[in-house]
Nanobody
């Protein structure tokens, strides 16, 4: 059974940085798409960043929410089945529970796995 476990959340001041990690266990399969979502109180869950499985040996394609472009960077280590989110110049509005996701990305059999979430709180 696939499990995604996030770590790295916490309390940080505005302008600071955090690095989230999400390690997948229970599978040696390289997920097509790995992503970070977040959900703030009273708001819907939103996509923060997604990184696709690389083809041809290069880095997988990425996409970001407009609100985090230039501040957040998503990366993955397929050998460790881990995805990371480097968050810089954090803002109060980045406060949310951050969830890791691994999904089929529209390729092959469908699957969709979620972590339990990690809290990120940015203080002013």
């Amino acid at each position: 059974q696939v499990q995604l476990v996030e770590s790295g959340g916490g309390l940080v001041q505005a302008g600071g940085s955090l690095r989230l990690s999400c390690a997948a266990s229970g599978s040696t399969f390289t997920f097509n798409a790995m992503a970070w979502y977040r959900q703030a109180p009273g708001k819907q869950r939103e996509l923060v960043a997604r990184i696709m499985r690389s083809t041809g040996g290069g880095r997988g394609s990425t996409n970001y929410a407009d609100s985090v472009k230039g501040r957040f960077t998503i990366s993955r280590d397929n050998a460790k089945n881990t995805v990371y989110l480097e968050m810089n110049v954090l803002r109060v509005e980045d406060t949310a529970v951050y969830y890791c996701n691994a999904a089929d990305g529209g390729v092959g059999p469908p699957y969709d796995y979620w972590g339990q979430g990690t809290q990120v709180t940015v203080s002013s």
